[in-house]
């Protein structure tokens, strides 16, 4: 057989079985198995809790250990050797903005790695300001059409849309999400912004954990098995929030964690483990992130471990098709967050990210934030769409649209600051 013949047969076996496998995604709420989640307020030996003191002690650390063993993976070594430089402070944005741009430099064992962080804050602040932290998919420059933001230099996503090939970003793809992060909307409300490029963190490739910050933690094959992605991104934002603490024109104590799809899971593991975090945003993050996982709608953990193997730890692969033996669902990962303020949002037609499953595991979480004494009651049944809906320390929005981060979202996500940060 020829060549060309031998790569025909290969595209057309390849769309077969992405048609059959697609064909067995379930999009049917009456089809959802039957399941039953594992208790929130008891511990692993089956011990009930009822008290804030039991539940810090004993029942969160349990949770911590299972996520990190069985799903997210272990995160590098605690951040100790961080080293900061601002090589860029100044007016922008016509006056409204000082732009700030910092090197954060993870160093180890005489190696360093850098990572390029990125910051607006409003211009007529009188004092610190609250802030959003989030990580962004093709590079800082790609936010907003500002042309001193400095270029990443680290691998990016090839993109026909954004006119990315050969890995490399350039002028070409300035500012081309800019329509998902609302730079002046979110100053003239009093809020700043700072975004990391998640593959100056880590590649967003399965390259067995060879570059990006695990270049500076390698081991033997065993050891890498424990890492993952989502879990190097989440320690990323760390790293971003030590710099942010350091900010006199930031306030430290109100700086709110936020990510869209992949980078939502990490946003919620990071507000999961790291508790500077004052308040966390989960914007359409599906599996692995606020969708409950036995629920089986839309894409299920054979799905995203087999396309994006590197984004958890090799454990959550034996879940695959058996979801019910997993230790751990996500409701016990939103209810890590408590009683710290946590949002929760979906979109009508993002059915890949279950929005239902996204909602309950939202609804169960608050479990835990009743024990904190506060009154957050949700309703068994999703709100309306356009509706968001606000328990004390929780809130949910469903909108119209695809899976996307929008306008209407981030008007919504600094309604709920307000009222966090009052």
């Not at 809790?49 to 997210?72: C, G, H, K, M, N």
């Not at 303020?341 to 239902?356: C, F, H, I, M």
């Not at 939202?362 to 009743?370: G, I, S, T």
Request: aromatic content about 12%; proline content about 5%; charged content about 25%.
């Amino acid at each position: 057989m020829s060549t060309p013949k031998l790569h025909l047969l290969t595209l057309v076996c390849t769309a077969l079985f992405g048609a059959a496998a697609h064909a067995q995604t379930n999009y049917d709420e009456s089809k959802v198995p039957d399941y039953e989640l594992p208790e929130l307020l008891r511990t692993q030996q089956g011990k009930a809790i009822a008290t804030t003191a039991d539940w810090e002690s004993t029942v969160r650390p349990e949770l911590l250990r299972l996520f990190t063993e069985q799903v997210y993976g272990q995160m590098p070594e605690a951040i100790s050797a961080l080293d900061f430089e601002v090589f860029d402070e100044e007016v922008a944005l016509d006056g409204r903005a000082i732009r700030k741009q910092v090197r954060l430099r993870f160093s180890r064992n005489g190696q360093s790695h850098e990572v390029s962080l990125l910051i607006y804050l409003p211009a007529a602040a009188e004092k610190p300001v609250p802030l959003f932290l989030g990580l962004n998919f093709y590079g800082n420059h790609t936010i907003h059409a500002d042309p001193n933001i400095a270029i990443s230099e680290a691998w990016v996503p090839n993109n026909n849309r954004f006119c990315i090939s050969g890995n490399r970003a350039d002028e070409v793809s300035r500012g081309v999400r800019s329509y998902r992060w609302p730079v002046e909307r979110l100053l003239a409300r009093g809020y700043g912004l700072a975004t990391v490029y998640c593959g100056d963190i880590d590649p967003d490739f399965d390259d067995g954990f060879e570059n990006g910050v695990h270049s500076l933690f390698q081991g033997d094959e065993a050891e890498k098995a424990k890492w993952s992605t989502i879990s190097a991104w989440a320690w990323g934002l760390s790293g971003a929030m030590n710099y942010l603490e350091e900010d006199a024109q930031v306030d430290g104590q109100r700086v709110a964690v936020i990510g869209h799809s992949r980078l939502g899971k990490a946003a919620l593991w990071a507000g999961a483990t790291d508790e500077r975090f004052a308040l966390v945003v989960s914007n359409d993050s599906g599996c692995g992130g606020a969708a409950l996982s036995r629920r089986r709608f839309g894409e299920t953990l054979k799905d995203i471990n087999g396309n994006f193997p590197h984004w958890f730890c090799d454990n959550f692969k034996q879940y695959n098709g058996r979801e019910d033996d997993l230790p751990v669902d996500q409701h016990q990962l939103l209810a890590l967050v408590a009683p710290r303020p946590l949002y929760v949002a979906s979109a009508q037609q993002d059915e890949w990210a279950d929005p239902r499953g996204e909602y309950l595991s939202l609804y169960h979480a608050a479990a835990v934030y009743q024990l904190y004494e506060h009154e957050a009651v949700l309703n068994r049944m999703s709100p309306a769409v356009n509706t968001p809906v606000y328990a004390a320390q929780l809130g949910y929005h469903i909108r119209t649209g695809t899976h996307d981060i929008t306008r209407y979202d981030w008007e919504r996500y600094m309604d709920f600051a307000d009222r966090a940060f009052e």
